[in-house]
Protein backbone atom coordinates (compact mmCIF):
# COMPACT_ATOMS: atom_id res chain seq x y z
CA UNK A 1 0.00 0.00 0.00
CA UNK A 2 1.18 3.45 -0.93
CA UNK A 3 1.38 6.27 1.24
CA UNK A 4 -1.29 8.45 0.05
CA UNK A 5 0.56 11.57 0.05
CA UNK A 6 3.30 9.85 -1.97
CA UNK A 7 0.44 8.21 -4.03
CA UNK A 8 -1.06 11.85 -4.61
CA UNK A 9 2.53 13.27 -5.58
CA UNK A 10 3.19 10.72 -8.25
CA UNK A 11 -0.83 11.48 -9.67
CA UNK A 12 0.23 15.02 -10.06
CA UNK A 13 3.21 14.52 -12.09
CA UNK A 14 0.99 12.18 -14.00
CA UNK A 15 2.02 8.76 -13.40
CA UNK A 16 -1.30 6.77 -12.93
CA UNK A 17 -1.88 3.42 -11.56
CA UNK A 18 -1.56 1.94 -14.93
CA UNK A 19 1.65 3.08 -15.08
CA UNK A 20 2.68 1.61 -11.76
CA UNK A 21 1.36 -1.80 -13.09
CA UNK A 22 3.17 -1.65 -16.14
CA UNK A 23 6.42 -0.97 -14.05
CA UNK A 24 5.77 -3.87 -11.82
CA UNK A 25 4.77 -6.27 -14.83
CA UNK A 26 8.14 -4.96 -16.37
CA UNK A 27 9.68 -6.09 -13.28
CA UNK A 28 8.81 -9.71 -13.28
CA UNK A 29 8.85 -10.29 -16.84
CA UNK A 30 12.81 -8.60 -17.44
CA UNK A 31 15.77 -10.77 -17.26
CA UNK A 32 17.32 -7.90 -19.53
CA UNK A 33 15.80 -4.77 -20.22
CA UNK A 34 15.11 -1.00 -19.49
CA UNK A 35 12.18 1.28 -18.52
CA UNK A 36 12.19 4.79 -19.02
CA UNK A 37 10.03 7.83 -17.97
CA UNK A 38 10.04 10.71 -19.77
CA UNK A 39 9.16 14.29 -18.23
CA UNK A 40 8.66 17.38 -19.84
CA UNK A 41 7.98 20.48 -17.15
CA UNK A 42 7.30 17.68 -14.51
CA UNK A 43 4.70 15.44 -16.33
CA UNK A 44 4.96 11.94 -17.34
CA UNK A 45 4.80 11.91 -21.40
CA UNK A 46 6.19 8.78 -22.83
CA UNK A 47 7.23 5.69 -21.22
CA UNK A 48 10.00 3.89 -23.16
CA UNK A 49 9.57 0.12 -22.11
CA UNK A 50 12.29 -2.65 -23.85
CA UNK A 51 12.52 -5.65 -22.90
CA UNK A 52 15.00 -8.27 -24.24
CA UNK A 53 14.66 -11.98 -23.82
CA UNK A 54 16.68 -14.98 -24.79
CA UNK A 55 15.44 -17.05 -28.34
CA UNK A 56 14.99 -19.98 -26.41
CA UNK A 57 11.68 -21.59 -26.66
CA UNK A 58 10.91 -21.67 -23.48
CA UNK A 59 11.78 -17.95 -23.06
CA UNK A 60 9.78 -16.79 -25.73
CA UNK A 61 6.63 -18.60 -24.72
CA UNK A 62 7.02 -17.28 -21.00
CA UNK A 63 7.03 -13.55 -22.55
CA UNK A 64 4.24 -14.37 -24.88
CA UNK A 65 1.94 -15.53 -22.09
CA UNK A 66 2.70 -12.54 -20.12
CA UNK A 67 2.24 -10.02 -22.61
CA UNK A 68 -1.33 -11.96 -23.65
CA UNK A 69 -2.91 -13.36 -21.21
CA UNK A 70 -1.94 -11.47 -17.83
CA UNK A 71 -0.68 -14.76 -16.37
CA UNK A 72 1.99 -14.02 -13.55
CA UNK A 73 5.57 -14.78 -14.80
CA UNK A 74 7.19 -15.02 -11.38
CA UNK A 75 8.40 -18.77 -10.82
Not at 48 to 55: A, C, E, G, K, Q
Amino acid sequence: MLDRRLWDNLEAHGVTEAHLELLLRTLELQKNGSVAWHFVHGTLTQCDLRVTFPSRRAEVTRVCAALLDGASVLR
